[in-house]
């Protein structure tokens, strides 16, 4: 097909749906449809996962984003009752600023970055790291310790959130 | 079996994504979609740690990968409790409005 291997067709397709699908949900007006593109971005970016050989990323990625993250987000925005109406807007020189300085900073990256490296993706052979397997053994015994960590860290934003969220928060009784 | 892919081509998509992000915090005013913005970056930059480990066949950048996931879990989880409790006080949460600390 044009000379183009399957990969590169579908790493194409799935970067251009990637980029379509941010660009929609950072200009949508209404916070609901940005929170559905935000989930078919993050499914496109599954998919480079799968294309990458990490396939246990893949499936945390749906899981945990658009499974777990972006339900909570539409509960907020569902209790918040937003919609794209009352969707305060800045002003129009703001708009076009932000997109002057994140052109400027596209073409400073891409520049810098151009000539990092020439290497091709290594693929097939032994790169079978991406699986539940080989993650587990070097999480469990390389990474233990930060593991332990973040389980921590994940127990502190629970209490965090839940006394945050707290409809009387009074600190000071005794 | 499968013909590589430049790494360029990684690192393009990934600076494209994360400069989508940039743009839509600095010009957007809801701050759930200033967060959701922020989640985009962060996917970005996994997107790039996920490549560079294929590249180098290294399991340790999906290791980390996996931890910024738990980490972005994290921040999601307590800023989206300080959100609710902003428009709770504020009945907005239009982040020019909340610019001053006081009053």
Redesign the interface.
């Known amino acids: 097909m044009l000379g183009y291997t399957i990969t590169q067709w579908l790493f194409g397709t799935l970067s251009l749906m990637a980029i379509m699908f941010a660009l929609m949900m950072v200009f949508t007006r209404s916070p609901v449809n940005s929170a559905l593109y935000l989930i078919m971005t993050f499914f496109c970016i599954s998919g480079h996962y799968l294309l990458l050989n990490a396939q246990f990323l893949a499936i945390v990625q749906i899981v945990v984003y658009a499974g777990a993250i972006m339900v909570l987000f539409l509960y907020i925005i569902m209790l918040m009752n937003l919609n794209a109406d009352e969707e305060p807007r800045k002003h129009v020189v703001t708009r076009a600023i932000a997109g002057l300085i994140g052109g400027m900073l596209l073409f400073v990256m891409v520049g810098a970055l151009k000539g990092a490296e020439q290497l091709q993706i290594v693929q097939g052979g032994s790169s079978q790291i991406g699986l539940v397997k080989n993650l587990g053994k070097v999480l469990f015994s390389e990474f233990l310790f930060p593991f332990e960590i973040a389980s921590i860290l994940l127990l502190a934003a629970l209490v965090g959130a839940i006394m945050i969220g707290k409809r009387d928060t009074n600190i000071n009784v005794k | 079996?499968?013909?590589?892919?430049?790494?360029?081509?990684?690192?393009?998509?990934s600076?494209?994504?994360f400069?989508?992000?940039?743009?839509?915090v600095?010009?957007?005013?809801?701050a759930?979609?200033i967060?959701?913005?922020i989640?985009?970056m962060l996917?970005a930059v996994?997107?790039m740690l996920?490549?560079f480990?294929?590249?180098?066949?290294?399991?340790?950048g999906?290791?980390f990968?996996?931890?910024i996931?738990?980490?972005?879990?994290?921040?999601?989880?307590?800023g989206?409790?300080?959100?609710?409790?902003v428009?709770r006080n504020f009945k907005?949460?239009?982040i020019?409005l909340l610019s001053r600390l006081k009053n």
Do not use: K
């Open positions: 079996m499968l013909n590589g892919i430049p790494i360029n081509f990684y690192i393009m998509l600076a494209v994504l400069i989508i992000g940039v743009v839509g600095m010009a957007r005013r809801n759930i979609i967060f959701m913005c989640e985009l996917n996994n997107l996920v490549a480990s294929t590249l180098h066949n290294d399991a340790n999906q290791v990968v996996f931890f996931m738990a980490v972005a879990a994290a921040e999601v989880a307590v989206l409790a300080i959100l609710s409790m428009y907005s949460i239009d020019d």
